[in-house]
């Protein structure tokens, strides 16, 4: 674990890593940051919100200089709606703790996706709360730079 002074955008405290670059897998699906700034990485299911029920993102990134956080939900098959929902939860639980002045990113890794789920209602309300742009689907790997 690497860790720089620049604690100040994680308020969650020592639960987290901040390093340049990491690579994290599940399911068969994987998501990689290669970063030229340090970043907060905080396991989320299992972790941070170990206690809290029902569905959560599997990781939130927290990128300090580019005001970004990333909601990472890695499926091995496909379940999209489920994997929005996810994400839509997590971000419902934490929002209060998070700096609003940061762009939210939702990052979903799957096997495949098809066609309708873009119809689905996990992603109508995510889209809502992040906007269409804010929202990255990628089939098994996702390198974010």
Not at 5 to 32: A, H, L, R, Y
Not at 95 to 105: C, R, V
């Amino acid at each position: 674990m690497t860790k720089t002074s620049d604690t100040t955008c994680n308020p969650f405290g020592e639960k987290d890593e901040i390093q340049k670059k990491t690579k994290v897998e599940e399911n068969g699906s994987s998501f990689q940051i290669n970063s030229k700034e340090f970043f907060h990485l905080i396991k989320i299911d299992k972790g941070l919100l170990k206690n809290e029920v029902g569905s959560k993102a599997d990781y939130l990134v927290l990128l300090c200089k580019r005001k970004e956080t990333l909601f990472i939900e890695l499926k091995g098959r496909q379940n999209f709606d489920k994997a929005c929902m996810q994400i839509y939860m997590t971000h419902a639980i934490l929002k209060a703790q998070l700096d609003p002045k940061f762009k939210n990113i939702a990052i979903i890794v799957q096997k495949e996706f098809n066609k309708n789920d873009l119809l689905s209602t996990g992603y109508k309300k995510l889209v809502k709360e992040f906007g269409t742009k804010n929202i990255i689907k990628k089939n098994n790997q996702i390198v974010y730079q």
